[in-house]
């Protein structure tokens, strides 16, 4: 199934694309933190073990703890991104595109006792390819949706060059275009960086290695960078 986007409009009138997650990528998510909590399991079970009767008891509310606890703790503090979900790139938020809250968590999380049904989350299933955002029946009664949330870049700052002015006043558009070859630059390869230089040689006056030395440092003095 091709995942889909639902667009909202926040109060201020401001349009967001929402890029729906398919059934494979939570299916995916959804073991890695299946794998997760069994891991834990394990890990408290040898050490309860030692309790004997005692340790069994704790045992049976840890075990309630990870598998019930565990998906609301992590989408309530950590932005709607359990560690499976942050593994794929997925996000859980609101229909309106606003963080999820523990409410929507908790039902979103106790409705799976339904979605499993009749096995195998086949009512989950289901619900999510007959829904154009492919919501199971938790996300459609919380108000919940899981979208593509791509980790956000680091930005770069652009090398530190001898700042000099173009030789011409630049537009707005060209400037963000210097700015952007210049922070980009440590991702090019040499020649490439000395491929897009020579587009601009009448605003450096040099081509080549000179060139892309000469467009840094315009990128320097637009951002204002004057030693």
Not at 169 to 193: D, K, N, S
């Amino acid at each position: 199934m091709l995942d889909t986007v639902r667009e909202v409009h926040t109060p201020e009138g401001v349009a967001l694309r929402l890029p729906a997650a398919g059934p494979v990528p939570r299916a995916l998510a959804w073991l890695i933190d299946l794998a997760i909590r069994a891991a834990l399991l394990m890990a408290i079970s040898i050490v309860l073990g030692l309790l004997g009767r005692f340790g069994s008891g704790l045992y049976l509310i840890a075990l309630f703890l990870v598998f019930w606890g565990y998906p609301v703790v992590f989408e309530a503090l950590y932005s709607g991104q359990t560690p499976g979900k942050r593994a794929l790139s997925l996000r859980v938020v609101s229909v309106d595109g606003a963080p999820i809250g523990w409410m929507a968590s908790f039902i979103r999380n106790l409705m799976r006792t339904v979605d499993m049904l009749p096995f195998g989350y086949g009512a989950g299933l289901v619900a999510s390819l007959a829904d154009p955002w492919s919501r199971r029946l938790g996300d459609m009664v919380a108000g919940t949706l899981v979208i593509h949330a791509p980790r956000e870049r680091t930005h770069v700052d652009a090398p530190a060059f001898a700042p000099c002015a173009p030789a011409v006043p630049l537009q707005a558009h060209e400037q963000v275009a210097v700015v952007a070859f210049a922070e980009r630059a440590h991702a090019l390869t040499g020649e490439r960086q000395q491929e897009l230089a020579d587009i601009v040689a009448p605003l450096t006056g040099a081509r080549g290695e000179a060139g892309v030395r000469r467009l840094l440092g315009v990128a320097n003095w637009l951002l204002g960078r004057r030693a």
